[in-house]
């Protein structure tokens, strides 16, 4: 412990490589996921959000995860809610946490919301073709690359407009060099044009989605069961895919287990919780244990009158 005021107590900063500027821009997940491939140990963990609040963000946030992971596509996220809950990971973390979301496919408010806001990755779901990533790359990335609108509220001129690249008077080059535009495979159309998207340069990392591949296919997978032989083969298809273009894979871990096997893949972001899952399992955990405490009291109890009884010569029953 020390009297000495915090710039001076560089133990107490938070380490934020890949931060803008000004935390309501995005941070550069690009860089990120190029060095994760770099080097394992770089490999970026976060945290799944579905549940639309702002203070959960907040908690979450302040254990500086690499990144957070909103998903609005199955989320209940309102536009304003989004909005606050991006700039609450970024804020909360110092700038240590990123922040990637999942939009709904046809959803161009939301994907102007999270933009606007400074996420740093967007996963398109469902993403079936090329033309599929070409139709978002034109929403996502400002000219030349693509047609993003520019907002004039995202910032303040000469107070919240800085940049880390020069000639970025409007912070148009720090948003097309940091933002990532993740595709998700969830079906046989988009598994056979696997090929055709992993080998677009605008494509950053894959996802898969197993849930609705598995349906589209017609595939019989249980969560509780080793996978058929079909989605074996399917997975095998998508990863030998992404390593041919040095594509990094993004997706979740259902618990510890899996992290090895998902590494071994090419996964370089793994989101390793989830905060429904987490939040049901704690309920779960403590209902159980409590209960535990319960029967095993009560027969503690029932022994200790039974002996007491006996003490007294009433025989017990």
């Keep these: 412990m020390t009297d000495k005021p915090f710039p001076q107590q560089p133990q107490l900063h938070t380490t934020a490589e890949h931060r803008a500027a000004v935390l309501t821009y995005p941070a550069n997940l690009r860089a990120a996921l190029r060095q994760a491939k770099e080097d394992p140990k770089k490999t970026l963990l976060g945290v799944a959000q579905g549940i639309p609040s702002v203070f959960v963000t907040k908690v979450m946030a302040s254990a500086k995860p690499d990144f957070i992971w909103m998903d609005v596509e199955h989320g209940i996220f309102d536009r304003s809610t989004l909005y606050d809950c991006i700039?609450?990971?970024q804020h909360h973390s110092e700038g240590k946490t990123m922040v990637v979301v999942r939009i709904p496919r046809h959803d161009e408010v939301s994907l102007t919301t999270a933009l606007d806001a400074g996420a740093a990755g967007i996963?398109?779901?469902?993403?079936?073709?090329?033309q599929d990533v070409r139709d978002k790359v034109k929403e996502i990335f400002y000219p030349p690359i693509g047609q993003r609108s520019f907002s004039p509220w995202t910032f303040t001129p000469g107070i919240s407009n800085q940049s880390l690249y020069a000639n970025d008077e409007w912070n148009m080059k720090n948003s097309n060099n940091h933002v990532c535009l993740?595709?998700?495979i969830e079906s046989v159309e988009g598994m056979n044009n696997i090929e055709e998207i992993a080998a677009m340069p605008e494509v950053d990392a894959l996802m898969f989605g197993p849930g609705d591949y598995s349906a589209d296919a017609g595939i019989d997978f249980k969560l509780s069961a080793p996978p058929p032989q079909?989605?074996?083969d399917a997975m095998t298809k998508f990863v030998t895919t992404a390593h041919k273009y040095?594509?990094?894979l993004f997706g979740a871990a259902q618990g510890a287990a899996m992290?090895?096997?998902?590494?071994?893949?090419?996964y370089k972001a793994l989101a390793v919780t989830f905060d429904v899952w987490g939040v049901a399992n704690m309920v779960n955990d403590g209902m159980k244990e409590a209960r535990a405490v319960v029967e095993q009291n009560a027969d503690a109890t029932k022994q200790k009158n039974e002996a007491a009884k006996e003490?007294?010569?009433v025989p017990s029953r």
């Design 123 to 130: 996963v398109i779901p469902h993403t079936d073709s090329a």
């Design 246 to 248: 040095g594509k990094p």
């Design 230 to 232: 079909a989605f074996i």
């Design 87 to 89: 700039h609450a990971a």
């Design 182 to 184: 993740i595709a998700q």
């Design 259 to 266: 992290i090895p096997m998902m590494l071994d893949q090419g």
């Design 311 to 313: 003490g007294n010569g």
